[in-house]
């Protein structure tokens, strides 16, 4: 009998081992961002983005109000936690603001690739576009871009589709953003299109446009 009774004993210690090797960690999701988040892992604060792991939990998506991780080969959704303690300092918002021109366009200047040119934000562009001009002055090597084909005003005109190291503009910076070289001298402006506006916040309020992001 005391053979068995240790045995159970030896058991049960062996059980509350693995359960507590499995124990889900204690996970509060502090602040969302696009592809990204900052997430708390048993008191352990981390800045994830899509496809990083931290403490054992991968971040597989983020969303506007929630985020979708890994953790001990489960998926679970998890929404912002709203019990933040004070000492947490949540991240200060970058803003740029652009007035409209005479035109009735909003005009600014962007870091292409590290070099400086005028750009027109569009929002009707889907992708970030310029003309082989353009492209040639910030060293974009068009010819390496996949072949595409682009509406114009003047009808069908051919283009490569390229990848930008980044772009930056009054400071928010977006990497790996995908472009539109079109070949001549259209855009005669760089169009700075949703592929990097999806990014950032948009707002226009009495002829100023802002762009922002907290990060």
């Known amino acids: 009998m005391k053979r068995f009774t240790a045995l159970l004993l030896l058991v049960c210690a062996h059980a509350g081992l693995a359960r507590g090797a499995m124990a889900a960690p204690r996970i509060e999701v502090e602040a969302l961002f696009p592809e990204a988040a ?31 991780l890994e ?3 489960q998926q679970q959704v998890h929404g912002l936690t709203r019990s933040v303690g004070s000492y947490y300092q949540a991240p200060q918002k970058q803003v740029v603001k652009i007035p409209r021109d005479a035109r009735m366009q909003y005009q600014t200047t962007a870091l292409i690739n590290g070099r400086s040119m005028p750009v027109l934000v569009d929002t009707g562009a889907n992708v970030l576009a310029m003309n082989s001009v353009h492209a040639r002055a910030l060293g974009v090597p068009a010819e390496e871009g996949q072949p595409s084909v682009v ?15 980044s772009v930056s503009v009054g400071g ?10 079109v070949e001549g001298d259209f855009p005669a402006m760089i169009l700075l299109g949703m592929t990097y506006l999806q990014h950032v916040d948009i707002e226009e309020n009495n002829g100023v446009l802002s762009l922002s992001r907290a990060w």
Not at 43 to 58: H, N, P, S, Y
Not at 151 to 165: D, K, M
Not at 172 to 181: L, T
């Open 172 to 181: 928010i910076r977006v990497d790996n953003v995908r472009a539109s070289v």
């Open 71 to 73: 953790v001990n080969g």
């Open 151 to 165: 509406e114009t005003a003047s009808g069908r005109v051919n283009a490569r589709i390229v990848n930008l190291r």
């Open 38 to 68: 900052v997430v708390k892992v048993d008191g352990q604060r981390k800045m994830l983005r899509v496809g990083d792991a931290f403490q054992g939990v991968t971040l597989l998506a983020a969303g506007s109000a929630s985020v979708t």
